[in-house]
């Protein structure tokens, strides 16, 4: 069975054409892997994780699971911490190993839409917000609001992938031409 990652769902709201050229003619992206998803975790990240406990007491977590792999009938993904909340909601927390320079990247809350939807549909508990831990700006949290709308979205791409994927479909290009000066597929596209 087909068994879609965020990063794939990254790729695809970047562009859906570049899902075909990577899953069904298997072009490998030739350069530096091209979306950086996560980034090298190193031993004093792993430090920064064991002083989250004010953090948590800031957000308001009566209890954590770490590091939980989930499924769901079309995506799967590790997330760091889920946090359940005093009022009974889940919420995903996300460690990132950078810094933090006043933007969420689109593909930051890609990637924690998710891992709502995941844990929507493992724990059937409404997920309203994630969070984000920047470990080389001294832990700083950064709350990121969920709506329906932004899980909605997370599986129409994902059913759109199957689509693509498992019936070759050659799907449109982006149209954010912009976005093609930097694509690693922009020689071989015909956009
Ligand atoms: S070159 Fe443009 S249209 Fe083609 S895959 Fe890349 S972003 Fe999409």
Redesign the pocket.
Known sequence: MLSITPSHIIEYL?????T??EYVLRIPQYEEKYFKVTQGRELHEKKARENMAYLRKRIGATSKQGNQYLTNDLLRGEVDEILTLSDGSMAPLDFKFAKFNDKIYDTYKTQIYCYAWLIESNYHLPVKKGYLVYTRSKNKLVEIKIEETHISRIEKAAFSIRDIITQNKYP???K??K????????N????
């Open positions: 970047f562009c859906p054409r570049f075909y050229f449109k290009a982006t954010y031409k976005r093609c000066l930097s694509c690693t597929y922009r071989i596209c015909i956009q």
